[in-house]
């Protein structure tokens, strides 16, 4: 066997670096795009434990807290209540305006303590706050949605909510 001592590379090597090289790049981008994703939806579920918690606990801000009391249907949600969240599921709807994909989420909850139609709209209510609150920390884009974190938004993604389904 005569070895070549010009440092001439075959090419097949380059080819075959350069197909590694594609594929390395492409995969890159196909794993960053999933990892925004799973850390948004990891933040969903942090938020809608969030919002059980002071719902559970019956820890809200002084105006929710004045408005419950002066409401007979949601005064019970002064009390401690048991909460648990199902399921999170995701929808895909498009594009945005700004070419971001659009996903509402929609969370699956259920409470034995929880039962008129008022109190599951009002404890719903701070659940998905929370869910897209979470979301817009996670990605630091406070200053690019409303006060109630409408669409929550990343890089890629903007996030709403649907209304909370009780099971």
């Known amino acids: 066997m005569k070895i070549d001592k010009k440092g001439q590379i075959t090419v097949e090597l380059l080819l075959l670096i350069s197909f590694a090289l594609i594929t390395a790049i492409l995969l890159a981008n196909a794993l960053i795009d999933s990892n925004e994703l799973n850390m948004a939806m990891a933040s969903a579920r ?10 559970g606990l019956a820890i809200y801000p002084k105006e929710s807290y004045d408005n419950y009391s002066k409401d007979l249907k949601k005064q019970s949600l002064l009390r401690q209540k048991r909460i648990k969240i199902i399921k999170i599921k995701q929808t895909v709807n498009g ?23 008022e ?17 817009t920390n996670s990605f630091k884009s406070e200053n690019i949605t409303n006060k109630l974190f409408n669409p929550a938004i990343s890089n890629k993604y903007s996030f709403t909510t649907g209304n909370v389904v009780w099971v």
């Open 46 to 55: 942090d938020g809608a434990f969030e919002g059980i918690s002071s719902n």
């Open 95 to 117: 594009k945005d305006s700004f070419n971001r994909t659009r996903i509402q989420l929609k969370i699956y909850a259920s409470s034995p303590d929880v039962k008129t139609k």
């Open 119 to 135: 109190q599951k709209e009002a404890v719903g209510d701070r659940i998905n706050y929370n869910v897209r609150k979470s979301i």
